[in-house]
T-cell receptor, first 115, second 111 residues
Framework: EPEVTQTPSHQVTQMGQEVILRCVPI?????FYWYRQILGQKVEFLVS????????KSEIFDDQFSVERPDGSNFTLKIRSTKLEDSAMYFC?????????????FGEGSWLTVV | LAKTTQPISMDSYEGQEVNITCSHN???????ITWYQQFPSQGPRFIIQ???TKVTNEVASLFIPADRKSSTLSLPRVSLSDTAVYYC????????????FGSGTRLLVRP
């Protein structure tokens, strides 16, 4: 079964540093997403991305966050100046279509620890 | 979006059938019901989706009564590897894809 792959699996960074999390969505998918899950809490939507632009974002996705599809295969989440509260598992996801009628596939996650 | 209510946790034993019921009293006419599974430190994984009556795939069955105010995910003959959190989500089929996860049901399968 095709899968979404994410790197790194775990990253430790100092507060204030920039972090880039990388994802390779499933190849024929056109819609891409980032979610996050703070330890012990719910999975939270961050942003959706289509046709090289953000289609929807949550309140969490403030100016410190950005997303990019730098080439035909990668999808990245950048956190410009990390805060302690950014420590979480970040999940990339992709789907063929934009609605809940299309199955969304999640990656294994990138665990970010900010110290 | 319709609010969902599920049990916080359930225990079962290997080989048993497990039924997890989700309540969604204010489900709308164009809402679909989707279930995801999440193992510790992994991303959610789609299990099954349905609108009414019964849907079955190789992993599970989904039972939806006529009033659609609840749904039941049925896992036949669970194994230890089915220990996970199971999420019930309700959203319009044509809504933008922003999944709203609740707390889910923590299923523990014992030997």
């Amino acid at each position: 079964e095709p899968e979404v792959t994410q790197t790194p699996s775990h990253q430790v960074t100092q507060m204030g540093q920039e972090v880039i999390l990388r994802c390779v969505p499933i190849s024929n998918h056109l819609y891409f997403y980032w979610y996050r899950q703070i330890l012990g809490q719910k999975v939270e939507f961050l942003v959706s991305f289509y046709n090289n632009e953000i289609s929807e974002k949550s309140e969490i996705f403030d100016d410190q966050f950005s997303v990019e599809r730098p080439d035909g295969s990668n999808f990245t989440l950048k956190i410009r100046s990390t805060k302690l509260e950014d420590s979480a598992m970040y999940f990339c996801a992709s789907s063929t279509g934009p609605t809940s009628g299309n199955t969304i596939y999640f990656g294994e996650g990138s665990w970010l620890t900010v110290v | 979006l319709a609010k969902t209510t599920q049990p916080i946790s359930m225990d079962s034993y290997e080989g048993q059938e497990v039924n997890i019921t989700c309540s969604h009293n204010n489900i709308a006419t164009n809402d679909y019901i989707t279930w995801y599974q999440q193992f510790p430190s992994q991303g959610p994984r789609f299990i099954i989706q349905g609108y009414k009556t019964k849907v079955t795939n190789e992993v599970a069955s989904l039972f939806i009564p006529a009033d659609r105010k609840s749904s039941t995910l049925s896992l036949p003959r669970v194994s230890l590897s089915d220990t996970a959190v199971y999420y019930c989500l309700v959203a319009p089929m044509d809504s933008s894809y922003k999944l709203i996860f609740g707390s889910g049901t923590r299923l523990l399968v014992r030997p």
